[in-house]
């Protein structure tokens, strides 16, 4: 179980960059992405990013 959560955690904050640095403009990737230059995608990726956080440190609390 604490593997599963420090996995799910770790391609939480992963893809919580990706989002960011999409939302943000700084990555083109794919180049047909809705999500580029949109400031809420911003806002989600770090979102997803606080969360995939929180799931590492309860995976080594446990």
Avoid at 44 to 60: P, T
């Amino acid at each position: 179980m604490k593997a599963l959560l420090l996995v799910l955690g770790v391609l939480a904050v992963a893809m919580g960059a990706l989002w960011i640095g999409q939302g943000l403009g700084y990555v083109h990737w794919p180049a047909s992405s809705f999500m580029l230059d949109q400031r809420p995608w911003a806002v989600y990726g770090a979102l997803l990013a606080v969360a995939g956080v929180a799931l590492i440190l309860f995976s080594r609390r446990r």
